[in-house]
Structure formats: structure tokens, C-alpha cells
């Protein structure tokens, strides 16, 4: 297989559901796990060992291989490469990821690469995934499990920056540590910078020479998060253009001389019968994803509310992350009567009065400016093109 060929797609359920993943290795190697009990606890060491013979592991060997969406992975997800075979397709490569909700980590639960294909970077491109997958879905940690054994497993984890967290000396038998078998846990970290200061961040108005990097922070910020690539970076080119863009209220956050955050002002209507109320909207907000999480996008968010506050704005209603924007004032707009240019409510379309009875005091439905909608694909493809964009991929997370 040439790499420089390969694509990683989406495995549907409904297609690859039990496909058997014909796990086989050998090794001479295994790590030995040794627990011992002293007075004040225990002593634990792993170490690295050479075995009397090799050792050989093979699906035929277990009662239940490794499959592809098992029934107690409600939630996985697949991906693979697929080679055209004679009669069919044939699955050369494969990973699957499965959320653990109540602990925010994102599973690891298959990753296979078939022998006659491996040391090429395609378990890497593979891993990738699943990483950019954890970073999407802002999971604190991505885990799996191996066995002390796979020495050539745990060699590539380590390569990948995965640590191990736990060990299991009697999930696969009574007899683990005796066949050089224990189940070893490890857990990938996403970097996280740490919180940011007012002091550290510069908030100020986008320039003209600022233009490519606003618009290269919010296609990083973007891509794949929502839709396979995304549009945000054209929208913000296309609303420079228009009346209805705020450059005045806008904001790029800058950090030791690198913009690494943006916000989008611009306006919008309130309608009621015979009435119209102009508003805000803004959209995009967002940080560099090695940004994400360190409180930049709060900061541009408290600063411009500040100032159109100033500026006279009775209220600002969005289409944002309902986990997100209730911690700095954002409400649903059913609360202020407010419903789409549709007359629709869920729980990501929110607002925020400036003023007393700013939304409230008029209600009605919400129009927004038509650059929006006006996105057509073949000019943001065109568009797209001015940038270095990583590789388009279906996530789980996606709209659509």
C-alpha cells in the first residue's frame, strides 16, 4: 500500500457491525508485573523481560475476538481503510473510539493495522483520530487497554504519549500474571496551556494585515468540529463586506504577538408584528485549538459585552454551545419570548440583555444578516484553497 494513497473513512454500523479484527502478534518480549504487600502498602514494579520462547497470540484462540461494534459500546464510532478486492472490499486498517460519558474520556476501544502494513504511519494517522476526535469533543483524557505482552503495542502507545494509568492482574483468567497476560491500562493527556490574565492577553480591533490569520485561527478552530471542513473562515471573509459587520465591537485576541482568538460582532433584528428592534449578534467566537481552554475566549467575550453595553445595544442572541455561554449571563430565548426567523426554540439558540427588558421588551422572531446563509460551496472551496487545511474527516459530533 502506498501511504501517500491511503484514505481513512468513516466504517459505518449498519455496514462493519461484528466485524471480526484478526488480531495477531508475536513477541519475545513481555512486561512482568510484580505486587507485593509490605507493612505501610504495597510494592508495584513493571519491568521489561525476555521470554523463554515467543509467544504468539491469534482471534482463533478466544471465545469472543475482537469485533467491531460490540453491543456494550452503545456509543462507538469507526474508521478504517478499505482496499477494492475481487468480489468486494477487504478492511486493512481500523480504529474505534467509544465516549465514557460519566468520566469524560474518550475510549479507545479497537485499533488494528493489518501485518503486511504496519510501520508505515498509518497507526499513527489512525491514532490522529482519535485524538482530534478528544479535542472536538473537549474529553479530558483518551484511554485504552493492552496487555502486558503486546510489547510492540505498548512501544507504539508511548510513541503516541500515552502513560500507563492502571493495571488489571485478573481480567482475562485467574492466571494473568502467569501467562504473561495482565491487561495495562493507559491514558493519553491533551495538552492544556495554562489559564490565561487579562495582563497576558491583548484585546484589540482586527486590522487589515490581521485578515489571513483571523481567518486561519477560526478555520483551525472550526475544521471538522461541526461538518467534514468547514465554512467559518469564508463567513468571516464574506461579513467584512457588508454594512451589517461591527469592525467597531470586534475583537482579535492577541498573545506574544500571535492572534490566537476572534470575535464577530454583528447586527441583527428583533420583529414583532409592526415592530423591528436592531440588536447583536456575533458569531464567530473562537480560540486556536492550541488555545482552547485557557480562557481566552472568555475574555473576549466579557470585553465586547462591556463595550456594546457602552455602545447603547439592548441585547445580543446567538446560536452557540449551550454548555458554554450560560456561564457568562446567556439565557434561552424563549425566556424573552424570542424564537427563530422560523419560530423555533432549542436549547443553542440563547441570548443576553444589555439593558432591563433589552430582548424581553419586544420579543419576536430573529433575523439575522443574509451573509450568513450566503456561503455557496464552491466558493469556499475555492476560498479554502489559500490554506494549509488538515485532512476533511467525519466525526460523531458533527450536524450533519
Known amino acids: 500500500m502506498n501511504t501517500t494513497n491511503y484514505q481513512i473513512v468513516p466504517l459505518p454500523k449498519e455496514q462493519w457491525k461484528d466485524t471480526v479484527i484478526p488480531m495477531r502478534y508475536t513477541t519475545e518480549e513481555y512486561y512482568d508485573v510484580d505486587m507485593k ?32 461494534y460490540q453491543e456494550h459500546w452503545e456509543k462507538a464510532y469507526a474508521w478504517g481503510i478499505v482496499e477494492e478486492k475481487e468480489g468486494g472490499r477487504e478492511l486493512t486498517a481500523c480504529i474505534e473510539t467509544c465516549p465514557e460519558e460519566w468520566s469524560n474520556r474518550l475510549m479507545v476501544t479497537e485499533l488494528w493495522v493489518h501485518e503486511k502494513h504496519r ?19 473537549h474529553r479530558r483524557a483518551v484511554i485504552l ?16 504519549g500515552f502513560e500507563p494509568i492502571g493495571f488489571d492482574t485478573c481480567c482475562y483468567s485467574n492466571r494473568d500474571v502467569e501467562r504473561k497476560e495482565v491487561r495495562i491500562d493507559m491514558g493519553y493527556f491533551p495538552r492544556r496551556r495554562q489559564k490565561v490574565t487579562r495582563g497576558e492577553v491583548v484585546i484589540r480591533k482586527e486590522e487589515p494585515s490581521d485578515y489571513h490569520k483571523t481567518e486561519e485561527v477560526v478555520l483551525r478552530a472550526f475544521w471538522n468540529k461541526h461538518r467534514t471542513g468547514c465554512n467559518e473562515h ?21 498573545v506574544d504577538g500571535e492572534i490566537v482568538g476572534v470575535i464577530c460582532y454583528s447586527k441583527a ?14 458569531g464567530p467566537l473562537c480560540v486556536a485549538p492550541e488555545w482552547q481552554g485557557c480562557g481566552v475566549g472568555g475574555l473576549l467575550l466579557e470585553e465586547t459585552l462591556g463595550l ?23 439565557q434561552v430565548c424563549s425566556r424573552f419570548g424570542i424564537s427563530t426567523a422560523e419560530g423555533k426554540n432549542f436549547d ?23 451573509f ?29
Not at 487497554?145 to 503516541?160: L, M, P, R
Not at 420583529?271 to 447583536?280: S, V, Y
Not at 456594546?308 to 446567556?330: H, K, N
Request: glycine content about 10%; overall charge negative; proline content about 7%.
Open 145 to 160: 487497554e493492552t496487555q502486558s505482552c503486546n510489547v510492540g503495542a505498548i512501544s507504539f502507545y508511548h510513541k503516541e
Open 37 to 68: 504487600k509490605v507493612p505501610d502498602g504495597y510494592d508495584i514494579a513493571i519491568h521489561k523481560c525476555k521470554l523463554d520462547k515467543p509467544i504468539s497470540h491469534y482471534p482463533e484462540e478466544y471465545d469472543f475476538p475482537d469485533k467491531l
Open 308 to 330: 456594546a453595553r457602552e455602545a447603547g445595544y439592548p441585547g445580543v442572541v446567538i446560536f452557540g454551545e449551550p454548555d458554554y455561554y450560560p456561564r457568562y449571563g446567556f
Open 372 to 400: 450568513f446563509e450566503d456561503l455557496p460551496e464552491e466558493e469556499n472551496e475555492e476560498f479554502t484553497k489559500g490554506f494549509q487545511a488538515p485532512p476533511r474527516q467525519r466525526f460523531p459530533c458533527q450536524w450533519d
Open 234 to 254: 469564508f463567513l468571516v471573509h464574506r461579513m467584512r463586506q457588508s454594512d451589517a459587520y461591527l469592525p467597531g465591537l470586534s475583537r482579535v485576541a492577541v
Open 119 to 137: 510501520r508505515q504511519g498509518i497507526g499513527h494517522a489512525l491514532m490522529s483520530v482519535a485524538k482530534q476526535q478528544a479535542v472536538l469533543e
Open 269 to 282: 433584528w428583533l420583529r414583532n408584528g409592526g415592530n423591528t428592534k436592531e440588536i447583536l449578534v456575533f
Open 348 to 370: 443553542a439558540f440563547m441570548g443576553i440583555e444589555l439593558e432591563e427588558n433589552g430582548l424581553s421588551g419586544i420579543g419576536g422572531r430573529f433575523y439575522i444578516p443574509e
